[in-house]
């Protein structure tokens, strides 16, 4: 995905500074490099967010970014155009998106993992690939399920803004080492099922919900939980949950 998107940034400013050298030369347009670079920079930033919002239209990837992009290059061009008065440094009063991008989240079925308006930050809401999730991946706003047939687990720090997080381990290949995997957020649900035979140890935080393992349940404001299987310190194959949000709730079932 990096490459592509490196690929994507050269390949967009060689079509601007091209056009904009075909209109000076044509006399068109009296522009120095200067005068030119103020006008392709938002208008990059606008084909940028064009080419994210196509792909996810056609199911490939989240249009969050796409979306944020086409708004701030559209705005930097109304300043252009003097409609406006909208520098770059005025990106903070596009704040009010993350509202909107919230309000979307909710009329987004959950449970459909494929929907073209799953909204994910970085575009990488790809169907079925648990594979994605490595460590660091930070998101503002998704529903993330890890149910494949014998998907991996790997080592995992997850961060979401809103968002619930549904993780069936009774359907992994869980490799024999200790694998730590942290999850935090701000609000969203974290439900998560394991299978009887597997070393694990959890602790879980919320501000202000409800944790639930294995029965043991803690509800309120503050609420913390901390629980280890009995076998968990002299197993070789185990887990080591870190769970925390500020509101919502944690739960972990077994089978």
Not at 29 to 55: H, Q
Not at 128 to 142: A, D, R
Not at 187 to 195: H, K, S, Y
Not at 238 to 245: M, P, R, V, Y
């Amino acid at each position: 995905m990096k490459n592509n998107l490196f690929r994507n940034i050269i390949a967009l400013l060689i079509i601007l500074l091209g056009i904009s050298l075909i209109l000076s030369n044509i006399g068109l347009v009296d522009w120095g490099f200067s005068e030119a670079w103020y006008f392709i920079y938002p208008i990059f930033f606008l084909l940028l967010g064009l080419k994210w919002c196509f792909d996810a239209l056609r199911g490939k990837g989240g249009w969050i970014s796409g979306s944020f992009f086409v708004i701030f290059g559209s705005l930097l061009l109304a300043d252009r155009f003097q409609y406006i008065d909208f520098k770059v440094w005025d990106i903070y009063k596009l704040w009010p998106l993350l509202i909107i991008y919230i309000g979307f989240s909710f009329l987004t079925p959950g449970d459909k993992r494929n929907s073209k308006f799953k909204i994910i930050f970085d575009s990488d809401d790809f169907p079925n690939s648990e594979t994605m999730y490595g460590k660091h991946k930070k998101f503002v706003i998704g529903d993330h399920k890890f149910n494949t047939p014998n998907w991996k687990v790997e080592p995992m720090e997850l961060w979401n803004a809103v968002g619930d997080y549904h993780i069936d381990f009774t359907k992994a290949f869980i490799p024999d080492k200790h694998i730590p995997i942290r999850i935090h957020g701000w609000a969203g649900d974290i439900q998560i099922l394991m299978p009887e035979n597997i070393a694990f140890a959890v602790k879980a935080e919320v501000k202000a919900g409800e944790i639930n393992v294995f029965e043991q349940e803690s509800e309120g404001v503050q609420r913390s939980l901390i629980y280890q299987t009995n076998d968990y310190e002299q197993a070789t194959r185990k887990l080591t949950l870190d769970l925390k949000l500020k509101a919502g709730s944690i739960r972990i079932n077994k089978v």
